[in-house]
């Protein structure tokens, strides 16, 4: 038994740039961090010519052709594995949260092939694996996702994404000092909004007006990605603050691609705790549902108003290790 672990993710600036439709004409940049809420991937070898496959659902074929799950069967058929292969995948958190779980996914999956086909002396670098994902999500299943959530789940850590207009993505650890990542590690505070969503209707309203060169689409990605570079900058230099006041102008601009991003329940729920100590948040990922996340210098009170109107808080710390075998 092979058991691969791949972190989830949160987005702290210039995320949406990093869809083809936009970084294929004006290159993209994401920092992204990565979180300790894993997809895990077990793998066995079955005693059966067949597929056994484990997850919300229950597979039990013979081809590859008759799975159901679209990235098993993407990834099982771009390896050439199996049959007699079990798999099973097992989440800290479900999916439709806005923690980049399908990315997750993906890289757990493609890791736990590699060793199953004893890959062991073939080094498969982070960033391989990346493209190996995104390859999978992006032009086989056609999915109108990014690059970030595969590259961070491969990569962990606090991590920048600049990526050209070929899409050959640059990935380098954020220059934060020690104490600036345990200070941002204990400002951050995340809660369950109560909605799930899928990603996929956002991000394709999203790539579809980008693909149209819709002028107010085009300016909002625009200044997103610079105020992703603005962030990554005010973390380097330490000045969380001014880190949690970009945030807030971040999700306002967010916000304005789609009138689907948010809700009247969770606008309240975030102008609430701006009220009540929080600098600024977002939701995490494409929007419309999943995590709020808020940088506080007054973590107790917000925490005390958030869980008094009924919000689920999130612990969590960051990983910096990435997308690995465990066993």
């Not at 989830?8 to 920092?31: A, E, N």
Request: charged share 25%; with cysteine.
């Amino acid at each position: 038994m092979i058991i691969s672990r791949s972190p989830m993710r949160i987005s702290l600036g210039g995320g949406g740039t990093d869809l083809p439709s936009y970084y294929k004409h004006y290159g993209g940049f994401v920092l992204a961090a990565a979180i300790d809420k894993y997809m895990y991937l077990t793998v066995n070898q079955a005693w059966n010519d067949e597929y056994f496959l484990k997850y919300s659902k229950f597979e039990r074929v013979k081809t590859v052709d008759e799975i159901q799950h679209p990235i098993f069967k993407a990834a099982l058929s771009s390896m050439n594995v199996g049959p007699n292969i079990e798999l099973v995948s097992l989440a800290d958190i479900p999916a439709g949260t806005g923690l980049g779980s399908s990315g997750s996914f993906t890289t757990a999956l493609l890791k736990v092939l590699h060793v199953y086909k004893k890959n062991k002396n073939v080094l498969v670098t982070p960033h391989e694996l990346a493209e190996q994902a995104c390859n999978i999500e992006i032009n086989i299943l056609k999915e109108p996702v990014g690059k970030q959530d595969q590259y961070i789940a491969s990569y962990g850590g606090i991590t920048c994404f600049e990526i050209d207009t070929t899409g050959f993505v640059k990935a380098y650890p954020a220059q934060l000092s020690p104490q600036t990542v345990y200070s941002l590690e204990d400002n951050l505070i995340m809660f369950f909004t109560g909605y799930s969503r899928s990603a996929s209707e956002l991000l394709k309203e999203q790539d579809q007006k980008t693909k149209k060169e819709d002028p107010q689409m085009l300016e909002n990605l625009h200044y997103v990605k610079e105020l992703g570079v603005r962030i990554k900058t005010a973390l380097e230099a330490g000045q969380l603050e001014t880190f949690g006041e970009l945030m807030h102008e971040h999700w306002l601009y967010k916000k304005k691609r789609s009138k689907n991003m948010s809700n009247s329940a969770i606008d309240e729920h975030y102008e609430l705790a701006r009220k009540n100590g929080a600098i600024g948040g977002k939701l995490v990922g494409a929007g419309g549902g999943g995590f709020l996340l808020f940088y506080t210098e007054n973590k107790r009170r917000l925490r005390e108003k958030m869980a008094g109107v009924g919000l689920q808080e999130l612990r969590f710390h960051f990983d910096f290790e990435g997308t690995r075998i465990v066993v």
